[in-house]
C-alpha cells in the first residue's frame, strides 16, 4: 500500500456525514456524524494528515435562509474530528483551495468574500471581498498571483490579485457559471455554463472568453470541470445529464461517460477517476485510459465530494 492508499475520505452531502472508506475494498469503515446543517465540499492535505469541510448550512446555492459560518477539521489518520473554525461574521463557507503561500483560501457566499485561513491558528488571517452576488467556487493560478471565483448568476468570473489580496475586477461570461478550473500555465480558465453544455474558454490575460466548446454527448448543463494533478485530462460532470466527460487539454477530442445520479466532484486516482454521485449514494470509476465505465460502489446517502490520502 502506497501512501496515496492509505485511506479514502467522502463528504456525504445529503447524509450531512464524512466517512472514511477502505481504498481497496471500498467498504465504509468509519462514519462521523452530528454535524450541523449541512457539510459541503472538501479539501484533504495528506502531507499534514488533515482535512477540512466547510458547513455551508441547510440550503443550497442562492437559496441558503440558514449559513453555517464553520470548517471542520478532520485527522486522516485517526479518522476524527478535531475541532472547527469559526468564520463569523463570514457566512456559508464552500470551496476551500490550498494557496501556495499555505493559506487556506474559502468563498463565503452569503458574505460574497473569499476567507484566507492560517493552519497554524485555524483563524481567518484575511477577507477579501469578491465584487459578487455570492461566489460560489474559486481557483487559484499556479504561480499563486490570482485568485478566481465564479459568481453564478452574475454571469462573472472575478478576478482578485492574491498577494495584493483584492478585487481587480471581474470578467463577463454569456450565460450564468456553475464550476471553474484554470490550466497548467494559468493562461486559460474553463469555466462552466450552468445553462447550457458547454464549456466556456477564458483568456486569463485578456480577461475575455475566446472560445465557447459544445459537450458532446451531453444533453444538458454541466456542473464541476477539474484538471487532473498531471494535467493530461479534464472531467466534467453534468448534475442533471447524469454524465462525466473526459476530455483532452486542446479540447480536440472528448467522452462523455453515464454513471449515476446527480454526479458532482471527483478524484483522480492513478489510471481511475472516481466520481460522487449525490442523487443516488453511489461512488463510480472510470477507467481513464479505455474511456469507459469501470465499476461502482455505494457510499452513504449521497457523496458530493471525496479524496484519496
Do not use: W
Request: charged letters at 20%.
Amino acid at each position: 500500500m502506497t501512501n496515496a492508499d492509505r485511506g479514502l475520505i467522502a463528504v456525504d452531502k445529503m447524509g450531512d456525514r464524512v466517512l472514511f472508506l477502505n481504498p481497496t475494498t471500498y467498504e465504509t469503515e468509519v462514519v462521523l456524524e452530528g454535524f450541523p446543517l449541512r457539510v459541503h465540499e472538501l479539501l484533504a492535505v495528506p502531507e499534514t494528515g488533515l482535512a477540512y469541510v466547510p458547513i455551508f448550512g441547510d440550503g443550497i446555492h442562492g437559496r441558503n435562509p440558514n449559513p453555517g459560518h464553520l470548517i471542520c477539521i478532520f485527522d486522516l489518520h485517526r479518522r476524527a474530528h478535531l475541532g472547527d473554525i469559526d468564520l463569523r461574521p463570514l457566512s456559508a463557507p464552500h470551496t476551500p483551495k490550498l494557496g501556495p503561500d499555505g493559506l487556506i483560501y474559502i468563498t463565503c457566499e452569503n458574505s460574497a468574500a473569499v476567507a484566507a485561513i492560517d493552519r497554524a491558528t485555524n483563524r481567518v488571517v484575511a477577507t477579501i471581498g469578491s465584487g459578487s452576488t455570492n461566489g460560489h467556487r474559486l481557483i487559484i493560478s499556479p504561480d499563486g498571483q490570482r485568485l478566481y471565483t465564479e459568481n453564478e448568476e452574475d454571469a462573472t468570473i472575478s478576478v482578485i490579485d492574491l498577494p495584493a489580496r483584492k478585487l481587480l475586477g471581474k470578467i463577463e461570461t454569456p450565460r450564468p457559471l456553475a464550476g471553474i478550473a484554470i490550466s497548467a500555465d494559468g493562461r486559460t480558465l474553463v469555466a462552466v455554463d450552468d445553462t447550457q453544455p458547454v464549456l466556456f474558454l477564458v483568456d486569463a490575460e485578456a480577461g475575455r472568453v475566446r472560445e465557447e466548446v459544445v459537450l458532446e454527448g451531453v444533453p444538458k448543463a454541466a456542473q464541476i470541470v477539474r484538471y487532473a494533478p498531471d494535467n493530461s485530462l479534464i472531467g466534467v460532470t453534468s448534475l442533471i445529464s447524469g454524465t462525466i466527460s473526459l476530455i483532452d487539454p486542446t479540447f480536440h477530442s472528448q467522452t462523455a461517460i453515464a454513471v449515476g445520479q446527480q454526479p458532482m466532484d471527483m478524484a483522480f486516482h492513478g489510471v481511475d477517476l472516481f466520481v460522487a454521485c449525490q442523487g443516488d449514494g453511489s461512488i463510480h470509476i472510470i477507467d481513464i485510459p479505455g474511456r469507459r465505465h469501470k465499476a461502482s460502489f455505494k457510499a452513504g446517502t449521497g457523496c458530493e465530494t471525496l479524496a484519496f490520502f
